[in-house]
């Protein structure tokens, strides 16, 4: 008989703009809560800088200090320099895990042998491309909101025929 793992509860990302107070006492809540892994980050708009990176990574360490694995959600569409650059800095942090939205921080974490865990915005939707990501390191996968129950079923089985699941 198979031996079945403990189901993890995870909080994802706050996708509205609040305030960094606001945003601050969420997470002190939520480091109380029963959520084993809580992302968090900007990863809607990067005109929302009420909250910059070093107060996102300090939420990080209070809530990892609290024993919730932490991670960091990233932007799903880089436009800018300035981005670019906030994103080096969440992918060279050195203590937690990435939420890839864009390719471009997937490209950031293989080219530094960093683990990740794609995005719901990064669009994969078959076992070849899930296949192609575990190769540059992801461990875990978020699937894109717009897809039904039959086409993740599809999916697994696609991924059991590659032996990836």
Request: include cysteine.
């Amino acid at each position: 008989m198979a031996v079945r793992k403990a189901m993890k509860y995870s909080l994802g990302p706050v996708l509205y703009y609040w305030s960094k107070e606001t945003l601050e006492d969420f997470y002190q809540q939520a480091a109380a809560s029963h959520a084993d892994v809580i992302y968090l980050g900007e990863a809607v708009c990067s005109k929302r800088r009420a909250t910059k990176v070093g107060d996102w990574l300090d939420m990080a360490k209070s809530l990892a200090g609290s024993g919730k694995q932490v991670v960091l959600s990233t932007l799903a569409l880089v436009q800018a320099s300035s981005e670019l650059g906030e994103l080096k800095r969440y992918v060279e942090n050195g203590d937690f895990l990435l939420e890839a939205s864009d390719l471009g921080v997937v490209n950031m974490c293989a080219e530094r042998k960093l683990p990740f865990v794609a995005g719901h915005a990064l669009n994969c939707y078959n076992a070849v491309t899930l296949r192609i990501l575990l190769k540059q390191g992801m461990v875990r996968w978020c699937m894109p909101v717009e897809l039904s129950r039959d086409w993740l079923v599809n999916l697994l089985n696609q991924c059991d025929e590659l032996g990836i699941r």
